[in-house]
């Protein structure tokens, strides 16, 4: 699956991921890029991640140790809708 990060986060423009592989799911944090706020030095807008077939659901670290539910997969359709 490609990730295209288009907005920047509250920590400013993404530099790297780090994915963490649950049974049904993937659990994703972003590193902000190096420099001042909303630096874009060493930033990248497009990440390709590996999803296994049983990949369900990804969700995105929000901060405080918490994680928010991003992307679903539709059982049914077998594709990729964005949670809100």
Do not use: H
């Amino acid at each position: 699956m490609k990730l295209n990060i288009a907005i920047s986060s509250s920590i400013g423009n993404a530099r790297a991921l780090e994915i963490k592989q649950g049974e049904y799911n993937k659990y994703i944090t972003f590193y902000s890029a190096f420099g001042f706020f909303n630096s874009k030095f060493g930033a990248k807008s497009e990440y390709e991640i590996e999803l296994n077939p049983s990949c369900s659901e990804i969700f995105f670290y929000k901060g405080d140790g918490e994680f928010k539910l991003v992307l679903q997969k539709d059982e049914t359709t077998k594709e990729w809708r964005l949670i809100k």
